[in-house]
Structure formats: structure tokens, C-alpha cells
């Protein structure tokens, strides 16, 4: 999807174009021939859960019910209260 993105063809303002998934798909089959992998149901199940756990971290670590959890800029790493 980096890849996808950096070529610019298929960039819209927050995503990706309509056939954006069968672009994937000719990209995997280039590196995976023999995968067999669809763009449905295959890559569109998994970035769905890529866009959910990503939103988990998104909210744990901008500061709305972060429970204690923050980003440490400077050692570029997550950091809690010692009581987490």
C-alpha cells in the first residue's frame, strides 16, 4: 500500500481511488505469484482491521482516553504510569 501511495495514480485526499484493490492485487501477484490472494475478501478484510487497531493506537496515544499511555518524542517509543 506504501508502494500504491508513492506512485500517486490512485491517491485521492483521505485514501485511495475505487479500484485501488485490484492495483494491490497485480502487485502481490507480481511478488507472490503462486499466493492466490484476492482484493476481495483477502486485502479489503485485512486492511479493515489495520484501520481498526490503528484507530485503538491513534486514541490511546493522542491524549482521548489514553488510560496513561502516552509518546515519548524524544526515545520515539510509548510510555505508561508505573501503574499501568
Same mark, same amino acid.
Given at each position: !500500500?506504501?508502494?500504491?501511495?508513492?506512485? #500517486?495514480?490512485?491517491?485521492?485526499? !483521505?485514501?485511495?481511488?475505487?479500484?485501488?484493490?485490484? %492495483?494491490?492485487? $497485480? @502487485?502481490?501477484? /507480481?511478488?507472490?505469484?503462486?499466493?492466490?490472494? $484476492?482484493? /476481495?475478501?483477502?486485502? %479489503?478484510? +485485512?486492511? +479493515?482491521?489495520?484501520?481498526?487497531?490503528?484507530?485503538?493506537?491513534?486514541? @490511546?496515544?493522542?491524549?482521548? /482516553?489514553?488510560? #496513561?499511555? #502516552?509518546?515519548?518524542?524524544? +526515545?520515539?517509543?510509548?510510555?505508561? /504510569?508505573?501503574?499501568?
Amino acid at each position: !500500500m506504501v508502494n500504491l501511495y508513492n506512485v #500517486g495514480t490512485f491517491n485521492v485526499d !483521505m485514501g485511495f481511488k475505487a479500484d485501488y484493490l485490484n %492495483e494491490l492485487e $497485480k @502487485m502481490l501477484e /507480481k511478488v507472490l505469484p503462486h499466493a492466490m490472494l $484476492k482484493a /476481495k475478501p483477502n486485502l %479489503e478484510l +485485512r486492511i +479493515r482491521t489495520l484501520k481498526r487497531d490503528w484507530s485503538i493506537v491513534y486514541d @490511546m496515544l493522542s491524549g482521548k /482516553k489514553n488510560s #496513561g499511555f #502516552g509518546w515519548d518524542e524524544h +526515545r520515539q517509543l510509548v510510555v505508561a /504510569k508505573d501503574a499501568l
